[in-house]
């Protein structure tokens, strides 16, 4: 055997023991993408059920929101009388108020008028009642 012969069958020694060295990191680097492969597969399916599910949920919500938007519809009319009678209610006690005031300034008009007079007892009752009578007329007039 020539050096170039001694060479090449030394670099082919070579060579098999390092496939013979390689041979166990491959067959473990097989397992665990066997294993990915498995866990790939796993995850596929628990997306496909999750996504199942999450259109299952989203078309139930749909349905939840389109039932809560027709009742709030059939309230509307329901808040508007709320509101007209609120408003109405207002007014009716904006004018007791108003009415109220006049009646209390007419009296103690009357009031100042008894003390304007130094009146006292029944004849200062008299006056007033008196008094009230003739702001009566006036304003009925």
């Given at each position: ?6 060479a ?9 023991g ?40 989203l ?10 938007n ?6 509307n ?65």
């Amino acid at each position: 055997m020539d050096w170039l012969g001694i060479a090449v069958f030394i670099l082919s020694l070579a060579c098999a023991g390092f496939v013979i060295i390689l041979i166990p990191v491959m067959k473990k680097l097989a397992a665990t993408l066997e294993n990915t492969a498995a866990t790939v597969e796993t995850v596929n399916k628990s997306i496909g059920e999750m996504a199942g599910e999450a259109t299952v949920l989203l078309y139930n919500t749909n349905e939840t929101l389109a039932d809560v938007n027709d009742k709030i519809g059939k309230l509307n009319p329901l808040f508007d009388i709320i509101h007209d009678t609120g408003e109405s209610a207002h007014h009716l006690t904006s004018t007791l108020v108003n009415f109220t005031s006049n009646k209390a300034e007419r009296g103690e008009a009357a009031a100042q008028f008894t003390d304007k007079n130094n009146l006292e007892g029944l004849l200062r009752g008299a006056a007033f009642i008196y008094y009230l009578r003739q702001m009566k007329k006036e304003r009925d007039k």
